[in-house]
């Protein structure tokens, strides 16, 4: 596909409406300098600059679509604590439409990074990933299923969110499923999965090596699942397309540096959602989410991009390297 033919395509996307459900978190970097080593052990002692929070998750799914001048619509739980009101605080901030049911049975997830010289030098997880009690569940069924979207992004990070009965009641619609192990036993019929390397090697029980396995994974992927579409993210390898029945593609990546692949998978959800719900084609789509993605791990932590951004990014990178595999 050239290039003149995705810039028309870019240029014909209209703002939609995009419902996410999902686990969201909250992120916290704390920004400082390592001068010494602790007397205590022998680990570096860093010195706090700054403290950032950011959304997280099927959070930063939401913060993608609003960048890309869309609607983001995003159902998920928080506790009822100060980081559960912070991600409230940073949704409105945002512009974000939002139902959250806030539990009692349930801390929010809070992950904090520590960073110095612009690397990370650890991360703590506070997380609840139990399932959804029956309280929980019937308060969210009963806001998705107001639901008149036809796609939807299910943001699965495994955090409890995500479970049989909410996928269940959504098997009318076209799901675009970024998708965690501890569910895959869920996953079934959707209309497309977005696995990284290593989520597709273990739903596929397979290692992927080389070119042949990645294409045996993907097929074992398709069959098992019984999925219309699916999307293998492969990192510095860009992305691999396969379709029921249709020829298996690739697309190398677009990222001229990467510094942080933080979120990278978010931006490709939300880029696909977007043009899929513009009446774009599968394999369109997916070369826009590849340069937006290849955008966003240019960045530090989790970031975002524009449609204005990707247009320059097209404009200015090499020829479209779509390849067919088999």
């Not at 739980?77 to 959250?100: S, T």
């Not at 569910?183 to 990284?196: D, E, I, R, S, V």
Request: overall charge positive.
């Amino acid at each position: 596909m050239h290039k003149k033919d995705i810039l028309e395509k870019l240029n014909k996307i209209k703002k939609v409406h995009i419902p996410i459900i999902g686990d969201i978190m909250l992120d916290h970097y704390s920004w400082g300098e390592v001068e010494r080593i602790s007397p205590e052990a022998p680990v570096p002692v860093v010195k706090i600059i700054k403290d950032e929070f950011m959304l997280g998750g099927a959070g930063n799914v939401a913060c993608n679509i609003k960048s890309l001048s869309s609607s983001p619509i995003l159902f998920s739980i928080i506790g009822k604590d100060d980081y559960g009101q912070k991600i409230k605080q940073l949704l409105k901030h945002n512009n974000i439409k939002f139902f959250l049911h806030q539990s009692l049975q349930r801390s929010t997830t809070l992950k904090t990074r520590v960073l110095a010289q612009n690397q990370q030098m650890i991360r703590i997880d506070r997380e609840s990933d139990s399932y959804l009690t029956s309280e929980e569940l019937l308060a969210i069924k009963q806001q998705i299923d107001k639901i008149q979207q036809q796609y939807i992004i299910i943001s699965d990070y495994g955090k409890g969110c995500i479970c049989p009965e909410i996928l269940e009641m959504l098997q009318t619609k076209k799901l675009i499923v970024d998708p965690k192990a501890k569910n895959y036993p869920f996953y079934k019929g959707f209309y497309l999965l977005t696995p990284n390397k290593k989520e597709a090697e273990q739903a596929a029980n397979l290692k992927i090596t080389d070119t042949n396995t990645l294409i045996k994974a993907g097929k074992i992927i398709i069959s098992k699942f019984d999925l219309e579409n699916l999307i293998i993210t492969l990192g510095p390898q860009g992305m691999a397309i396969f379709q029921k029945n249709e020829p298996i593609y690739h697309l190398p990546t677009c990222a001229q540096k990467v510094f942080d692949v933080t979120g990278a998978g978010d931006t490709v959800i939300a880029v696909l959602a977007i043009g899929l719900a513009n009446n774009l084609d599968l394999i369109s789509s997916a070369i826009l989410a590849n340069y937006a993605a290849g955008l966003v791990v240019a960045q530090v932590g989790t970031a975002t991009t524009s449609l204005q951004a990707i247009k320059k990014h097209i404009q200015n990178s090499p020829k479209i390297k779509l390849t067919k595999l088999n």
